[in-house]
T-cell receptor
Framework: KNQVEQSPQSLIILEGKNCTLQCNYTVSPFSNLRWYKQDTGRGPVSLTIMTFSENTKSNGRYTATLDADTKQSSLHITASQLSDSASYICVVSDRGSTLGRLYFGRGTQLTVWP | EADIYQTPRYLVIGTGKKITLECSQTMGHDKMYWYQQDPGMELHLIHYSYGVNSTEKGDLSSESTVSRIRTEHFPLTLESARPSHTSQYLC?????????FGPGTRLTVL
Protein backbone atom coordinates (compact mmCIF):
# COMPACT_ATOMS: atom_id res chain seq x y z
CA LYS A 1 0.00 0.00 0.00
CA ASN A 2 1.40 3.38 -0.98
CA GLN A 3 1.85 5.54 2.08
CA VAL A 4 3.51 8.68 3.30
CA GLU A 5 4.44 8.90 6.98
CA GLN A 6 5.64 12.09 8.64
CA SER A 7 7.33 12.66 11.97
CA PRO A 8 7.08 14.16 14.42
CA GLN A 9 3.35 14.75 14.46
CA SER A 10 3.92 18.06 16.23
CA LEU A 11 6.93 20.11 17.24
CA ILE A 12 7.49 23.21 19.37
CA ILE A 13 10.68 25.21 19.03
CA LEU A 14 11.92 28.61 20.09
CA GLU A 15 12.32 31.42 17.61
CA GLY A 16 15.74 31.43 16.00
CA LYS A 17 16.32 27.69 16.42
CA ASN A 18 16.66 25.16 13.62
CA CYS A 19 14.52 22.08 13.16
CA THR A 20 14.21 19.07 10.87
CA LEU A 21 11.02 17.35 9.80
CA GLN A 22 10.98 13.81 8.47
CA CYS A 23 9.03 12.06 5.73
CA ASN A 24 9.17 8.35 4.88
CA TYR A 25 7.27 6.94 1.94
CA THR A 26 6.51 3.63 0.31
CA VAL A 27 5.08 5.05 -2.92
CA SER A 28 6.21 3.20 -6.00
CA PRO A 29 6.89 3.99 -8.73
CA PHE A 30 8.21 7.38 -7.70
CA SER A 31 7.95 10.59 -9.68
CA ASN A 32 8.56 13.47 -7.31
CA LEU A 33 8.32 14.60 -3.71
CA ARG A 34 6.99 17.94 -2.58
CA TRP A 35 6.93 19.81 0.69
CA TYR A 36 4.06 22.18 1.34
CA LYS A 37 3.45 24.72 4.08
CA GLN A 38 -0.15 25.08 5.21
CA ASP A 39 -1.14 27.92 7.49
CA THR A 40 -4.21 27.35 9.66
CA GLY A 41 -7.38 27.80 7.62
CA ARG A 42 -5.49 28.22 4.35
CA GLY A 43 -4.56 26.08 1.38
CA PRO A 44 -1.10 24.46 1.13
CA VAL A 45 1.66 26.45 -0.53
CA SER A 46 4.53 24.71 -2.30
CA LEU A 47 8.00 25.02 -0.73
CA THR A 48 10.08 22.57 -2.77
CA ILE A 49 9.67 19.83 -5.32
CA MET A 50 12.32 17.18 -6.01
CA THR A 51 12.53 14.49 -8.66
CA PHE A 52 14.33 11.18 -8.42
CA SER A 53 17.69 12.60 -9.48
CA GLU A 54 17.71 15.49 -7.02
CA ASN A 55 18.89 14.99 -3.44
CA THR A 56 18.68 18.52 -2.10
CA LYS A 57 16.78 21.68 -2.86
CA SER A 58 16.60 24.98 -1.02
CA ASN A 59 14.03 27.72 -0.83
CA GLY A 60 15.31 30.49 1.41
CA ARG A 61 15.54 29.13 4.95
CA TYR A 62 13.95 25.85 3.89
CA THR A 63 16.17 23.00 2.66
CA ALA A 64 14.71 19.68 1.59
CA THR A 65 16.70 16.49 1.11
CA LEU A 66 15.73 13.30 -0.65
CA ASP A 67 17.19 9.81 -0.44
CA ALA A 68 15.34 7.85 -3.10
CA ASP A 69 17.13 4.62 -2.14
CA THR A 70 15.85 4.64 1.43
CA LYS A 71 12.66 6.51 0.47
CA GLN A 72 13.23 9.23 3.00
CA SER A 73 13.05 12.99 2.85
CA SER A 74 13.65 15.74 5.36
CA LEU A 75 12.81 19.42 5.54
CA HIS A 76 15.27 21.54 7.47
CA ILE A 77 14.22 24.99 8.66
CA THR A 78 17.01 27.36 9.61
CA ALA A 79 16.71 30.27 12.04
CA SER A 80 13.00 29.76 12.61
CA GLN A 81 10.61 32.68 12.71
CA LEU A 82 7.18 33.05 14.28
CA SER A 83 5.68 32.99 10.78
CA ASP A 84 7.04 29.47 10.30
CA SER A 85 4.28 28.21 12.62
CA ALA A 86 2.20 26.02 10.30
CA SER A 87 1.60 22.47 9.19
CA TYR A 88 4.26 21.06 6.85
CA ILE A 89 2.97 18.42 4.48
CA CYS A 90 5.00 15.89 2.52
CA VAL A 91 3.43 14.81 -0.78
CA VAL A 92 4.70 12.06 -3.06
CA SER A 93 3.65 11.60 -6.67
CA ASP A 94 3.81 8.34 -8.57
CA ARG A 95 4.19 8.01 -12.31
CA GLY A 96 1.99 4.96 -12.53
CA SER A 97 -1.06 6.74 -13.85
CA THR A 98 -1.91 9.58 -16.18
CA LEU A 99 -3.27 11.45 -13.19
CA GLY A 100 0.15 11.48 -11.55
CA ARG A 101 -1.47 10.35 -8.33
CA LEU A 102 -0.53 12.31 -5.20
CA TYR A 103 -0.08 10.70 -1.78
CA PHE A 104 -0.34 13.08 1.16
CA GLY A 105 1.18 12.79 4.61
CA ARG A 106 -0.76 14.03 7.62
CA GLY A 107 1.70 16.82 8.20
CA THR A 108 3.91 17.99 11.04
CA GLN A 109 2.40 20.82 13.07
CA LEU A 110 5.22 23.24 13.86
CA THR A 111 4.82 25.91 16.52
CA VAL A 112 7.49 28.56 16.93
CA TRP A 113 7.48 30.36 20.28
CA PRO A 114 9.03 33.77 20.89
CA GLU B 1 1.23 33.27 -5.89
CA ALA B 2 -1.34 31.13 -7.70
CA ASP B 3 -4.55 32.70 -8.95
CA ILE B 4 -7.04 30.18 -7.66
CA TYR B 5 -10.07 31.33 -5.75
CA GLN B 6 -12.67 29.70 -3.57
CA THR B 7 -15.92 31.06 -2.23
CA PRO B 8 -17.30 31.16 0.32
CA ARG B 9 -14.35 30.90 2.70
CA TYR B 10 -16.63 29.91 5.58
CA LEU B 11 -20.14 28.46 5.49
CA VAL B 12 -22.45 27.34 8.28
CA ILE B 13 -25.70 25.74 7.15
CA GLY B 14 -28.43 23.49 8.41
CA THR B 15 -28.93 19.84 7.56
CA GLY B 16 -30.71 19.15 4.30
CA LYS B 17 -29.66 22.34 2.52
CA LYS B 18 -28.25 22.31 -0.99
CA ILE B 19 -24.93 24.11 -1.32
CA THR B 20 -22.40 24.86 -4.03
CA LEU B 21 -18.77 25.58 -3.29
CA GLU B 22 -17.19 27.72 -5.96
CA CYS B 23 -13.66 27.33 -7.35
CA SER B 24 -12.12 29.30 -10.16
CA GLN B 25 -8.61 29.75 -11.58
CA THR B 26 -7.34 32.26 -14.06
CA MET B 27 -4.24 30.34 -15.15
CA GLY B 28 -5.90 28.30 -17.90
CA HIS B 29 -4.98 25.00 -16.22
CA ASP B 30 -6.76 21.93 -17.58
CA LYS B 31 -6.42 19.72 -14.49
CA MET B 32 -8.44 20.66 -11.42
CA TYR B 33 -9.14 18.84 -8.16
CA TRP B 34 -11.27 18.89 -5.04
CA TYR B 35 -9.86 17.63 -1.75
CA GLN B 36 -11.43 17.14 1.65
CA GLN B 37 -9.31 17.69 4.75
CA ASP B 38 -10.21 17.12 8.38
CA PRO B 39 -8.05 18.65 11.16
CA GLY B 40 -4.75 16.86 11.59
CA MET B 41 -5.49 14.50 8.74
CA GLU B 42 -4.20 14.12 5.21
CA LEU B 43 -5.94 15.54 2.17
CA HIS B 44 -8.31 13.12 0.43
CA LEU B 45 -9.10 13.46 -3.27
CA ILE B 46 -12.86 13.51 -3.87
CA HIS B 47 -13.15 14.73 -7.48
CA TYR B 48 -10.89 15.69 -10.38
CA SER B 49 -11.18 16.94 -13.93
CA TYR B 50 -8.82 16.80 -16.89
CA GLY B 51 -10.63 19.53 -18.75
CA VAL B 52 -13.98 20.81 -19.95
CA ASN B 53 -16.74 18.18 -19.71
CA SER B 54 -14.37 15.76 -17.95
CA THR B 55 -15.04 14.82 -14.31
CA GLU B 56 -14.05 11.78 -12.27
CA LYS B 57 -14.54 10.60 -8.70
CA GLY B 58 -11.48 10.44 -6.49
CA ASP B 59 -10.44 8.04 -3.76
CA LEU B 60 -12.74 9.19 -1.00
CA SER B 61 -16.38 8.33 -1.41
CA SER B 62 -18.30 11.57 -1.52
CA GLU B 63 -21.95 12.45 -1.91
CA SER B 64 -20.97 15.62 -3.72
CA THR B 65 -21.01 16.22 -7.46
CA VAL B 66 -18.91 18.47 -9.68
CA SER B 67 -19.17 20.03 -13.12
CA ARG B 68 -16.65 21.49 -15.57
CA ILE B 69 -18.44 23.56 -18.17
CA ARG B 70 -15.64 26.12 -18.43
CA THR B 71 -11.89 25.64 -18.03
CA GLU B 72 -11.64 28.21 -15.26
CA HIS B 73 -14.59 27.04 -13.18
CA PHE B 74 -14.97 23.81 -11.14
CA PRO B 75 -17.87 24.03 -8.68
CA LEU B 76 -18.72 21.33 -6.12
CA THR B 77 -22.34 20.72 -5.10
CA LEU B 78 -23.89 18.96 -2.13
CA GLU B 79 -27.58 18.27 -2.81
CA SER B 80 -28.46 17.65 0.84
CA ALA B 81 -25.85 18.61 3.42
CA ARG B 82 -25.38 16.50 6.56
CA PRO B 83 -23.25 16.98 9.69
CA SER B 84 -20.85 14.33 8.34
CA HIS B 85 -20.01 16.76 5.51
CA THR B 86 -18.45 19.17 8.00
CA SER B 87 -14.87 19.60 6.82
CA GLN B 88 -12.46 21.81 4.93
CA TYR B 89 -12.72 21.62 1.15
CA LEU B 90 -9.68 22.55 -0.92
CA CYS B 91 -9.67 23.18 -4.65
CA UNK B 92 -6.47 22.85 -6.68
CA UNK B 93 -5.19 23.04 -10.22
CA UNK B 94 -2.07 21.55 -11.78
CA UNK B 95 0.45 22.74 -14.32
CA UNK B 96 3.33 20.38 -14.99
CA UNK B 97 4.59 19.09 -11.64
CA UNK B 98 3.19 22.00 -9.69
CA UNK B 99 -0.13 21.85 -7.90
CA UNK B 100 -1.64 25.13 -6.75
CA PHE B 101 -4.22 25.24 -3.99
CA GLY B 102 -7.00 27.66 -3.25
CA PRO B 103 -7.53 29.04 0.26
CA GLY B 104 -10.23 26.48 1.07
CA THR B 105 -13.83 26.55 2.24
CA ARG B 106 -14.55 25.64 5.85
CA LEU B 107 -17.99 24.01 5.85
CA THR B 108 -19.98 23.39 9.02
CA VAL B 109 -23.31 21.56 8.81
CA LEU B 110 -25.46 21.81 11.91
Amino acid sequence: KNQVEQSPQSLIILEGKNCTLQCNYTVSPFSNLRWYKQDTGRGPVSLTIMTFSENTKSNGRYTATLDADTKQSSLHITASQLSDSASYICVVSDRGSTLGRLYFGRGTQLTVWP
Amino acid sequence: EADIYQTPRYLVIGTGKKITLECSQTMGHDKMYWYQQDPGMELHLIHYSYGVNSTEKGDLSSESTVSRIRTEHFPLTLESARPSHTSQYLCASTYGNEQFFGPGTRLTVL
